[in-house]
């Protein structure tokens, strides 16, 4: 209840770092803190500095985006949550009971900004329709959509942390029967249908966002996005948990079911399922037909040599400070040092997270056939550059490679990736660093250096200097939800519309416009022998539709890097598999030619020998720093010759338990404190209006039960 009941104390509008028309009288607006609402929300720009005080990335904040001072990094380092796109771990994975409990207090249950922006609503809306609010009716009508849209976009991270949730509108006063009252969780296909109607309201209000900031803010076409977007997610996981306590079923054992409030619900699957595919289509549908043109790529891969810098706009997309010329760019955040600052994303990226083999795998041949295709003419992977030849063109531009170069304006500092710091007038480097305090600054996890916002200005590299710009939400999206929510819909005889747009995606890739050229050479036993994509499954089986695997990597392949990943894989159920059967999973060829060829190079020289930095085997297993190349349990298919994430050494939790999954990781445990609070007795649990999730207890510091 506590969580529920908050004041309305609003604080200073955030410097967003943006580019608005009037940006002063936002800086400068007096806080609504300091302010009562009988002379507050009088004008059009308090109501947007009210609204921009949200986009914020901190707690609670709309938007994941870069801090400033680089607390936000993992939005583009670690944004796949550890999954099969990446190094790094998530203890949702972990098969013991130590990883993930419930907690005594605080979660994904509280209401702080719902009832923010509930106040909001429910203080204009009376204004707006009295006419008592000055300024031009476009912009009121703007900023009351992008409250609209704040208040879905948090319910729909409630979504898809808890499932069902209370459905709030307007502030609670302290008042014990009350709060309970509003305790009661709603379906989750009423609270994703609630986060539609929002959003439909945006769509009605907000405008292109000509006089109100722009792309910087939020604008119609990003709502529309948002829709479409909100409207896939709960289409596919209402399909894919069809049957299972996770759907609003009271047969299949839902836990709503045991709360008198929900005794005349009804649900129907099917009839869900189908409403959400035809939102996700047309909302989709329009932004595509807006933004019909994608951002050109004309596959040059930048720092390839010294000289090819800034020429792909499709990298610069992600790596520019200003994409405002960038029609695929529907938000961004840009930065400014003067204002707010800038942020650490290029410091950080320099020397983080990287890509796994797996991941490396599932990209396409340019020729459009997968890698085992006998005429793919696929270069193999024993040195990582080599797995960027012919290549799928994200693969080749998005992926750094050793003795690629870096920075395009300083010719006297290290200018190239890879082990060994090296100029440009050095030699070739073949070899990755993976492991930090080695010779070289541009360190990667995996072997596969993630270059997706890596700016080449060498000023942005130091720390809070950065001014690459963030994206928010683009147009590719859209073209990928239509793809898959028409093949939901229609299977593999895929509507017209669906194979334009694959084809749109595939051409700016510099795959054939033709994906029947893909599909025709698909083998989904060779897929899962060569990349062990988790997209390979839903519900604990195999897909069998070459079609929906190939959109599924479209996906997978045009988003990565931008945190896309664990909500799919989420709503996919495409975990299942893991509850019997471990995943390790890996980085580049490490123990092979690419080993010894750093051991001939250097040996002899000033630099520090390959084997004296990397260590395996050692007596103490605390030492290692890398997979021993005898592991073949843990090795890629039996191979040790690959860096096995998981297995530097026995000490480490993880190296026994590998990869493994629980059916209650699917959405979050609520904390045991809310359900005592808004307990009748202040003690016993199942008088509380609050149901616990599928598969979770409701007494802090206890696992998962399946």
Known sequence: MKSIYRKFAGVAALAF?????????????????????????ATADQLGAYCINYYGTGYGGAFSTFDNGGSGYQFYLDNDQGTDNEGGTNDKFFDGSSKVKVGQSGGSWYFYNINNY?????????????????GTETDIRHYIGEMYFLRAQEYFVRLKALGDFPIITTTLPMDTEILVEASKRSPRNVVARFILEDLDKAIDMLSDGTTTGGRVRITRDVALLLKARVALYEATFEKYFAGTPFVPDKAAGWPGASKDYNADFVYDNATEVAFFLDEALKASREVIKNHPTLTANNKQIPGSTAT??????YYNLFATNNPSNMDEALMYRVYNLDVAGGHCLNQYISGGRGYTQEFANAFLMANGLPIYDANSRYAGDDFVGDTKIGRDSRWQIFMKAPGEYVYADNA????????????????????????????????????????????????YARGGQDLTSCILFRSAEAYLIYLEAAWEKYGDALDSEAWGYWSTLRTRAGLPADAKVTINATDLDKEEYTSHDFGLYSAGQRVTSKVLYNIRRERRCELMGEGF??????RWRALDQLKTKRYFKHGCKFHGPMFEWFKATFRGSNITAYATNYKFDQADANA?????????EGGFNGD???YSLLRVSDRNDWYESGYSWRMAHYLNPIAENHFIESAADKATVSTSPIYQNPYWGTTHDTPAQQ
Not at 308 to 313: A, E, M, V
Not at 565 to 570: A, E, K, T, Y
């Open 640 to 642: 040790a010759s690959y």
């Open 565 to 570: 990943r664990w909500d799919d894989l989420i």
């Open 412 to 459: 006297t500092e290290d200018q190239r990736v890879g082990e060994a710091q090296r100029r440009r007038t050095d030699e070739v480097i073949k070899a990755p660093a993976l492991i930090s305090g080695t010779t070289s600054r541009f360190t990667t996890s995996t072997g596969y250096h993630k270059a997706k916002g890596w700016s080449s200005n060498s000023a």
């Open 118 to 134: 509930n106040y909001f609503l429910e203080t204009v809306l009376p204004r707006y329709e009295a006419g008592a609010i000055s």
């Open 17 to 41: 770092g943006m580019a608005l028309t009037g940006c002063d009288d936002y800086l400068d607006i007096t806080p609504p803190s300091q302010i009562t609402p009988e002379v507050y929300f």
């Open 624 to 632: 290692n720093n890398i997979s021993s190349p005898t592991d073949t």
């Open 308 to 313: 090819t810098f800034d020429g792909n706009q």
